[in-house]
């Protein structure tokens, strides 16, 4: 997916990248874990269930592979810091972390199960969990580009890196975010988005939008800010 160097920023410096940081305005903050991890998980617990089913394992060994699987599973697919999900980038690490999980299956199983077991289990975890995965991934974007699923973020810096920041966010809704308007100690002439207020309010203002992310684009405030 081409990006716009507003959300890559590679050829920028570093003083004026954009960060993105999740803000939980809350006076305890609790994890939020978004819509889409939530069905991420149940899509790779289908996979792991179908895997079962298809492997035909006896109870134990399956109990151990739905458990294991799980748990290999739940670090390389989507979570709240990542915005655009590719099976490209998860293959390496379902690659390693699947067959570890497997040879778990497999001790548990004994004999029963064996080598060939383990490395059978391997490929149909890894190729069911590829497909479902796929195909979740491709509903997302899809679903996003028409507006839906997507999170709000509140850009912190009124400048034209700002500018440029909520233009490419809103060009390209497949990253999953929104910008809802500009926090900054001044609004800016002619921006697309409505001043939300100064930075020193900025937990206020993003309880008061239903925002838990926020792009630094380092306009008029100071980094240190």
Same mark, same amino acid.
């Given at each position: +997916?081409?990006?716009?160097?507003?959300?890559?920023?590679?050829?920028?410096?570093?003083?004026?990248?954009?960060?993105?940081?999740?803000?939980?305005?809350?006076?305890?903050?609790?994890?939020?874990?978004?819509?889409?991890?939530?069905?991420?998980?149940?899509? #790779?617990?289908? @996979?792991? @269930?179908?895997?079962?089913?298809?492997?035909?394992?006896? !109870?134990?060994?399956?109990?151990? /592979?739905?458990?294991?699987? /799980?748990?290999?599973?739940?670090?390389?697919?989507?979570?709240?810091?990542?915005?655009?999900?590719? &099976?490209? #980038?998860?293959?390496?690490?379902?690659?390693?972390?699947?067959?570890?999980?497997?040879?778990?299956?497999? &001790?548990?199983?004994?004999?029963?199960?064996? !080598?060939?077991?383990?490395?059978?289990?391997?490929?149909?975890?890894?190729?069911?969990?590829?497909?479902?995965?796929?195909?979740?991934?491709? @509903?997302?974007?899809? &679903?996003?580009?028409?507006?839906?699923?997507?999170?709000?973020?509140?850009?912190?810096?009124?400048?034209?890196?700002?500018?440029?920041?909520?233009?490419?966010?809103?060009?390209?809704?497949?990253?999953?975010?929104?910008?809802?308007?500009?926090?900054?100690?001044?609004? @800016?002439?002619?921006?697309?988005?409505?001043?939300?207020?100064?930075?020193?309010?900025?937990?206020?203002? +993003?309880?008061?939008?239903?925002?838990?992310?926020? +792009?630094?684009?380092?306009?008029?405030?100071?980094?240190?800010?």
């Amino acid at each position: +997916m081409n990006t716009r160097p507003a959300l890559t920023n590679n050829a920028r410096a570093h003083e004026q990248a954009p960060q993105i940081l999740t803000v939980v305005p809350d006076p305890e903050p609790r994890r939020r874990i978004p819509t889409t991890t939530w069905v991420s998980r149940g899509i #790779d617990g289908a @996979a792991l @269930a179908l895997a079962a089913l298809l492997a035909r394992p006896a !109870l134990t060994p399956t109990i151990a /592979l739905v458990l294991l699987g /799980l748990m290999a599973l739940r670090s390389t697919g989507i979570h709240p810091g990542r915005l655009s999900p590719r &099976l490209s #980038d998860e293959i390496p690490s379902l690659v390693q972390r699947v067959p570890l999980a497997m040879v778990g299956v497999g &001790l548990i199983g004994g004999p029963a199960i064996g !080598l060939g077991g383990v490395a059978r289990l391997s490929v149909l975890v890894i190729s069911l969990t590829l497909i479902s995965r796929g195909v979740f991934y491709e @509903a997302l974007r899809k &679903l996003r580009i028409r507006g839906h699923l997507l999170e709000s973020v509140v850009v912190i810096g009124s400048g034209p890196i700002g500018a440029e920041l909520a233009e490419a966010m809103d060009e390209y809704p497949e990253c999953g975010l929104k910008p809802v308007g500009f926090v900054d100690h001044a609004a @800016a002439e002619g921006s697309s988005l409505p001043y939300l207020g100064d930075i020193t309010d900025l937990h206020e203002i +993003m309880k008061r939008v239903g925002s838990h992310r926020a +792009m630094f684009a380092f306009g008029q405030a100071r980094e240190s800010e």
